[in-house]
């Protein structure tokens, strides 16, 4: 005889089957506020009936070296300057594949960044971006479009004004400005 009482069959639902951990990745509901507000344009006033002013015609776009420098700023003050091969987390280490890569540590107070979280290097005057298999994983959100998931371990440009998510810390991405000596 037995020491304990086993209840009679359906009294105690079967327990459901453990399914594979998720992977938490928080995706906010919208871009965050931070990024700036586009320069007004100013409107030519021109009498009713007199023709209208010309096109202004656009800049010319300007050539970029196989230097070219990419500026991230999030509205938590970080500002990440990429030249070549920086690796990013709260304690970034090189790891094989980021090898020579600069670490760059940046602050988060919710823990949302892997301690090496993710690889941005400036490829042909791109920025890339590569999860290197973080926890809560990195996004690109170019604007007016749904954010995208990274898929660790592959390389991802990231356009010019997007959004770059690492866990829950958001980063604002242009070129940087051209140094001046």
Do not use: C, Q, Y
């Amino acid at each position: 005889m037995s020491d304990f009482i086993v209840p009679p069959p359906g009294l105690v639902p079967d327990a459901p089957a453990p399914a594979e951990p998720e992977r938490t990745v928080r995706v906010p509901d919208r871009i965050p506020a931070f990024r700036p507000p586009a320069p007004a344009t100013p409107v030519p006033s021109a009498p009713p009936g007199a023709a209208a002013p010309p096109p202004v015609p656009a800049p010319p776009i300007r050539p970029h070296g196989p230097r070219t420098a990419w500026r991230l700023r999030s509205d938590g003050g970080h500002d990440v300057t990429v030249r070549g091969r920086v690796v990013v987390g709260r304690d970034p280490r090189a790891t094989d594949a980021a090898a020579g890569a600069e670490p760059v540590a940046i602050d988060d107070a919710a823990r949302s960044l892997s301690k090496t979280h993710a690889l941005l290097e400036v490829v042909d005057d791109r920025l890339l971006a590569t999860d290197l298999a973080s926890t809560n994983g990195v996004r690109i959100w170019p604007e007016g479009e749904d954010a995208v998931e990274l898929e660790p371990g592959r390389p991802t440009s990231v356009p010019e004004g997007a959004v770059l998510l690492l866990g829950d810390v958001a980063f604002l991405v242009n070129r940087a400005p051209d140094a001046t000596v």
